[in-house]
């Protein structure tokens, strides 16, 4: 049903003006899907209230309440057709809907609550549904849908992480927003995060790192207290761009966490002088923008300046762990050979203040459409790196759009990496053996079998001869037979 649904509005929000991208549909169902969650989840609480016999003060005034203006019901449950429709609705939605729901973030008790994520959330987004009837529809479809069981969310928090990872294809900068599943619960079971430790990522986009830690830690039969620290004391985030922001609190809500810890901020806009005991993480996990470039000021902020945003995003996360704490970040390959000095010093510096213990050098194609080779560095903070273990994914066919990641292909890098264990796709290095000018971290294989090198044309024209020779000896024997 919550897939047919999805279809529907994307069919209405294509004929729509306002609409022109998958980005555009995936925002625009965010919204209204917000809303109606948000219904159900007042619903909820208010029932559990009334078991205990206690009043449930709704969040929302009742004017502004779902079932008020979104969908109405008559009294045998039926929707009233009367509601708000076409130029009156978008009216009501734009002009008196979404500037009471801004005000919740400035009357919010706290930024660890709903109600300052509603106000968030409606400061940054816009309605963009131009005609009235169409957002009409969309209305009375998101309506058949419910959030009360669990199964129902499960079902729901996989189907928006599909529109995620559809925008990947969807132009503008959707890839961006879209890590593998695969490789991401790969990443925090080498990890391996418990309650109780703080879990972090400074370019959060669609959550995807904190919603895969969130289903690692929410085991069955939690006891209450370990409920509490993991709804509110577990996963942080931040990210800069408005759609990324709104797509990944939304996924963290659908996954189960009710106000999440997610700051609408440039990470890099924070100077790493700032970053002081309290506001460090014992876990980060993250994989910061490919080849975006900051402006002159913000690498004022770094000591070591380079243009490159995900090489500043690093030196931000080496910063903002504990000392002892574990990470695992995805990032381009060239970081382990290139000679600008700014790699060279990186390199430096986190082989000096962490322990780089593994690399995972992925495949091409890992990412659809990026372009580029891609390893993961797992590194723990606090000592310097002696030994670095390599895992070199080599799979026996391509990865595309068709034929993407899967859990099973990385299942002898989780089994391998306990021990560091050697074998025909992993090897490790002692770093005193490398050059300590460059520090260069080339993935190169001992255990590839070498191909013998290509002779001389020199010696290829001298068997040619040779076998013209052979041939016209055997020939000549030939002639004396017959």
Same mark, same amino acid.
């Given at each position: 049903?919550?897939?047919?649904? !999805?279809?529907?509005?994307?069919?209405?929000?294509?004929?729509?003006?306002?609409?022109?991208?998958?980005?555009?549909?995936?925002?625009?169902?965010?919204?209204?899907?917000?809303?109606?969650?948000?219904?159900?989840?007042?619903?909820?609480?208010?029932?559990?209230?009334?078991?205990?016999?206690?009043?449930?003060?709704?969040?929302?005034?009742?004017?502004?309440?779902?079932?008020?203006?979104?969908?109405?019901?008559?009294?045998?449950?039926?929707?009233?057709?009367?509601?708000?429709?076409?130029?009156?609705?978008?009216?009501?939605?734009?002009?008196?809907?979404?500037?009471?729901?801004?005000? !919740?973030?400035?009357?919010?008790?706290?930024?660890?609550?709903?109600?300052?994520?509603?106000?968030?959330?409606?400061?940054?987004?816009?309605?963009?549904?131009?005609?009235?009837?169409?957002?009409?529809?969309?209305?009375?479809?998101?309506?058949?849908?419910? !959030? @009360?069981?669990?199964?129902?969310?499960?079902?729901?928090?996989?189907?928006?992480?599909?529109?995620?990872?559809?925008?990947?294809?969807?132009?503008?900068?959707?890839?961006?927003?879209?890590?593998?599943?695969?490789?991401?619960?790969?990443?925090?079971?080498?990890?391996?995060?418990?309650?109780?430790?703080?879990?972090?990522?400074?370019?959060?986009?669609?959550?995807?790192?904190?919603?895969?830690?969130?289903?690692?830690?929410?085991?069955?039969?939690?006891?209450?207290?370990?409920?509490?620290?993991?709804?509110?004391?577990?996963?942080?985030?931040?990210?800069?761009?408005?759609?990324?922001?709104?797509? $990944?609190?939304?996924?963290?809500?659908?996954?189960?966490?009710?106000?999440?810890?997610?700051?609408?901020?440039?990470?890099?806009?924070?100077?790493?002088?700032?970053?002081?005991?309290?506001? @460090?993480?014992?876990?980060?996990?993250?994989?910061?923008?490919?080849?975006?470039?900051?402006?002159?000021?913000?690498?004022?902020?770094?000591?070591?300046?380079?243009?490159?945003?995900?090489?500043?995003?690093?030196?931000?996360?080496?910063?903002?762990?504990?000392?002892?704490?574990?990470?695992?970040?995805?990032?381009?390959?060239?970081?382990?050979?290139?000679?600008?000095?700014?790699?060279?010093?990186?390199?430096?510096?986190?082989?000096?203040?962490?322990?780089?213990?593994?690399?995972?050098?992925?495949?091409? $194609?890992?990412?659809?459409?990026?372009?580029?080779?891609?390893?993961?560095?797992?590194?723990?903070?606090?000592?310097?790196?002696?030994?670095?273990?390599?895992?070199?994914?080599?799979?026996?066919?391509?990865? $595309?759009?068709?034929?993407?990641?899967?859990?099973?292909?990385?299942?002898?890098?989780?089994?391998?990496?306990?021990?560091?264990?050697?074998?025909?796709?992993?090897?490790?290095?002692?770093?005193?053996?490398?050059?300590?000018?460059?520090?260069?971290?080339?993935?190169?294989?001992?255990?590839?079998?070498?191909?013998?090198?290509?002779?001389?044309?020199?010696?290829?024209?001298?068997?040619?001869?040779?076998?013209?020779?052979?041939?016209?000896?055997?020939?000549?024997?030939?002639?004396?037979?017959?």
């Amino acid at each position: 049903m919550f897939e047919q649904t !999805f279809k529907n509005i994307d069919d209405i929000l294509h004929k729509d003006a306002g609409c022109g991208s998958e980005l555009d549909y995936v925002e625009q169902t965010s919204w209204v899907l917000f809303l109606k969650y948000l219904d159900d989840l007042e619903q909820d609480k208010q029932t559990a209230a009334e078991l205990i016999g206690k009043d449930y003060t709704p969040i929302i005034a009742s004017k502004f309440q779902w079932t008020t203006w979104a969908a109405p019901k008559l009294d045998n449950g039926d929707i009233d057709y009367n509601a708000l429709t076409g130029d009156d609705l978008l009216d009501f939605v734009n002009n008196e809907l979404f500037p009471y729901l801004e005000k !919740f973030q400035v009357d919010a008790t706290s930024a660890n609550t709903i109600e300052y994520k509603i106000g968030e959330i409606f400061s940054e987004l816009k309605n963009r549904i131009q005609s009235g009837y169409n957002l009409r529809e969309v209305l009375m479809l998101i309506d058949n849908l419910r !959030f @009360r069981t669990h199964k129902e969310k499960h079902e729901m928090s996989h189907l928006y992480e599909s529109k995620i990872k559809n925008m990947g294809n969807a132009g503008r900068n959707g890839g961006e927003y879209y890590t593998p599943r695969p490789l991401i619960r790969t990443i925090v079971k080498v990890l391996a995060p418990k309650i109780g430790q703080s879990i972090y990522d400074g370019a959060v986009g669609s959550a995807g790192f904190l919603v895969e830690a969130f289903d690692y830690l929410n085991q069955p039969n939690l006891s209450t207290e370990d409920t509490t620290i993991l709804q509110k004391n577990t996963f942080y985030g931040k990210e800069k761009k408005s759609l990324a922001y709104i797509i $990944g609190i939304m996924n963290m809500i659908l996954h189960g966490v009710e106000a999440p810890n997610i700051i609408h901020t440039n990470t890099l806009a924070e100077s790493l002088t700032d970053i002081q005991e309290k506001d @460090r993480y014992n876990v980060v996990l993250a994989n910061p923008p490919f080849g975006g470039k900051e402006r002159a000021e913000v690498q004022q902020n770094f000591q070591i300046k380079t243009g490159e945003t995900a090489f500043l995003f690093l030196q931000h996360f080496i910063k903002i762990l504990k000392v002892g704490g574990r990470a695992g970040i995805v990032i381009k390959n060239t970081f382990l050979s290139n000679t600008d000095n700014a790699f060279v010093a990186l390199r430096k510096e986190l082989l000096s203040s962490c322990n780089l213990h593994t690399v995972l050098d992925l495949p091409g $194609g890992t990412f659809t459409g990026a372009g580029v080779k891609t390893i993961v560095l797992f590194f723990d903070k606090g000592t310097e790196t002696k030994k670095t273990w390599f895992y070199q994914l080599n799979l026996n066919r391509n990865l $595309g759009k068709t034929n993407p990641l899967n859990e099973k292909d990385l299942v002898d890098f989780v089994t391998l990496q306990k021990t560091y264990a050697i074998s025909e796709n992993s090897w490790s290095i002692n770093i005193k053996d490398i050059d300590q000018a460059t520090f260069d971290l080339s993935v190169k294989n001992p255990n590839t079998l070498k191909e013998a090198p290509l002779r001389s044309p020199q010696e290829i024209l001298a068997e040619m001869e040779a076998l013209d020779v052979e041939t016209k000896n055997i020939l000549a024997s030939i002639k004396k037979l017959l």
